[in-house]
């Protein structure tokens, strides 16, 4: 059995912070000689107008390993939108992606190997947040991040999980009206 990362995939939702910081970031984690380091790519140089995919820096000039590449749910048109998710968000997956790493959740060994692609979410209601708690937000991005890295390199939740709760498991946006119509 090969010991390849071909292509894994998770999500996870990390809420209860003020409204609007809520992270539910998914994650596509492969070897950069597969499919993912081909959309990875792709990615980036295929830009889209309000949909711009940036590397996860620590800071200017400080790219993370291994590279993740981040692009907005969102369709970004709010310049206050763009500094939160640009500086923020992006500065809380590029540590989330770290602690990843120190948790050995992905192999050091291979850092230079792996790609990451994240599709982020962020609340467009955070441009109307008096007093944004960035440490807050930060927070929670950064643990989301770690937690969805988690759940792809453990294939969380399993398929028996699955088939065990599937019966017991209401989206939380699905809404049924009594006469059966959503």
């Known amino acids: 059995m090969s010991d390849r990362i071909i292509m894994r995939t998770g999500e996870a939702l990390v809420a209860g912070g003020p409204p609007g910081t ?4 998914e994650v596509v984690i492969g070897e950069l000689d597969g499919p993912v380091g081909t959309a990875l790519a792709t990615l980036t140089g295929d830009q889209v107008a309000g949909h711009s995919r940036v590397f996860a820096l620590l800071n200017t000039d400080i790219m993370v390993r291994p590279v993740t590449l981040c692009t ?3 369709t970004v048109d709010n310049l206050k939108y763009t500094n939160i998710l640009m500086g923020t968000v992006q500065f809380a997956i590029a540590n989330g992606v ?7 959740l992905l192999p050091k060994d291979r850092v230079n190997d792996l790609g990451i692609i994240c599709s982020v979410w962020l609340a467009p209601t955070i441009v109307d947040v008096d007093d944004l708690d960035h440490k807050v937000l930060f927070d929670i991005h950064r643990k989301g991040m770690t937690n969805a890295i988690r759940k792809a390199m453990s ?6 999980w699955l088939l065990e709760n599937q019966d017991k498991i209401t989206h939380k946006y699905y809404q049924q009206g009594l006469d059966g119509k959503i």
Do not use: F, Q
Not at 155 to 160: G, K, M, V, Y
């Open 22 to 25: 809520a992270a539910e970031p």
């Open 72 to 74: 907005s749910k969102v």
């Open 98 to 104: 770290l602690d990843a790493v120190r948790e050995g």
């Open 155 to 160: 294939n969380e939740p399993s398929i028996d």
